[in-house]
């Protein structure tokens, strides 16, 4: 039956064509925007997902920054830890000249002071940013932050890596009224040129050898201990940066729109709309062929 009240052929018509503008408006919203869900309207779910994920990215970031400004600390107290540790080695030389008979101590303990006071001199130096990790200030750990650690609940919590201060500082010369305080205050004890007290003990030249063997190691433990702790911020520093872009990457295949597919797709939908268009105005026509009935 045909009624020129209700063109059901037009109704059918338009629905269609609505239905295709919406899609072909969709499409284009993914071709400007490169993305399929580029709001909450596009897929709710999906778009909580990415953007906390995206949050995560972010937070990743600066936990990279972190990290580089804790390395760099550490790395600043791991040379002058290793450059102490070559003074004293330096200086154990001078020591070991001294065990002779026909030597000069006098000079030699001029050099081993000087030696010292460059010693005083690095650890007092060796700070990044105005912390110093190896002048004994402090015996607190320094924290620095590693990651962000999301649980199941989505609760989020900080991760730290924490890296042992060392002592090196040496504190100021007894004879002048300082305090010998520190991870090598026993250097102020090494004098070559003081003689034994009776036939027993021994001379300042041969105890001073025992003295700069246990400075040593003072130093060679503090520049190991730095030397693993920069490793391990190394080690992070990597992890977290192929985490973010692993996680980047994940975002990406849950919100990028396949241009290839949407390139195509937005092919057939100008044609369909073309194609409906026609069929719209066909439909149109429908009342004017029911008038020719009645001529």
Do not use: C, Y
């Amino acid at each position: 039956m045909s009624s020129i009240l209700t063109n059901t052929s037009a109704m059918v018509a338009l629905q269609t064509m609505k239905g295709i503008n919406s899609n072909l408006t969709q499409v284009q919203s993914e071709i400007s925007t490169g993305k399929s869900v580029s709001s909450s309207k596009d897929n709710a779910a999906i778009w909580a997902i990415s953007k906390t994920m995206e949050s995560d990215v972010a937070g990743f970031d600066t936990i990279g920054e972190s990290l580089s400004l804790g390395q760099s600390t550490v790395s600043v107290a791991r040379q002058a830890s290793e450059t102490v540790t070559d003074l004293l080695t330096q200086m154990k030389e001078k020591i070991v000249s001294a065990q002779g008979e026909n030597v000069d101590r006098e000079s030699l303990q001029r050099d081993i002071s000087s030696l010292r006071d460059q010693i005083g001199t690095v650890v007092g130096s060796a700070q990044f940013n105005g912390l110093n990790l190896v002048n004994g200030t402090s015996t607190d750990p320094m924290k620095v932050l590693a990651s962000l650690d999301r649980s199941s609940d989505q609760k989020v919590s900080p991760n730290h890596i924490s890296v042992d201060r060392q002592d090196l500082s040496m504190g100021t010369d007894p004879a002048d009224g300082g305090t010998a305080s520190g991870g090598l205050a026993d250097i102020w004890t090494i004098d070559v040129t003081a003689a034994a007290a009776d036939a027993a003990s021994p001379s300042g030249a041969e105890s001073a050898l025992d003295t700069i063997e246990g400075l040593i190691k003072v130093a060679t433990n503090a520049a190991a201990s730095f030397g693993s702790s920069e490793n391990r911020l190394s080690m992070q520093q990597d992890f977290v940066s192929k985490l973010s872009d692993a996680m980047t990457s994940g975002v990406g295949s849950l919100v990028d729109a396949d241009m290839e597919e949407a390139s195509a797709r937005l092919s057939a939908l100008q044609v369909q709309q073309q194609l409906g268009v026609q069929a719209l105005s066909i439909a149109n026509e429908s009342p004017q062929n029911i008038l020719s009935l009645f001529r």
